[in-house]
Nanobody, 124 residues
């Protein structure tokens, strides 16, 4: 079992930045990748970014490329999402997810554990 807890959400204005954090506990040594997803009201949960836990390779969804950066602190079992140049369309609940299978994942079904989510609201 892996427990994930996100933090760092809040209300910001367009153009500002936020950094989300997620800490993993439990069977964290079995984690192969960590990802961030988001879900806006009335929409499906969508992929944002993922990072390979061992080699730190990263992948991003097109809407956030160049603005968001995913990173991890292996020793602290933390994953971060630095979000710059935020837009109103980035407003959503952001979820951290852990993947136990090999490689990184992009589909929701490829992740085994999820956090409770943290709200990000960007005003125009």
């Amino acid at each position: 079992q892996v427990q994930l807890v996100e933090s760092g959400g809040g209300l910001v204005q367009a153009g500002e930045s936020l950094r989300l954090s997620c800490v993993a506990s439990g069977s964290r040594f079995s984690i192969n990748a960590m990802g961030w997803y988001r879900q806006a009201p009335g929409k499906e949960r969508e992929f944002v970014a993922t990072i390979n836990w061992s080699d730190a390779n990263t992948y991003y969804a097109n809407p956030v490329k160049g603005r968001f950066t995913i990173s991890r602190d292996y020793a602290k079992n933390m994953v971060y999402l630095q979000m710059n140049s935020l837009k109103p369309e980035d407003t959503a609940v952001y979820y951290c997810a852990a993947r136990m299978g090999a490689g990184v994942g992009f589909a929701r079904s490829e992740y085994d554990y999820w956090g409770q989510g943290t709200q990000v609201t960007v005003s125009s």
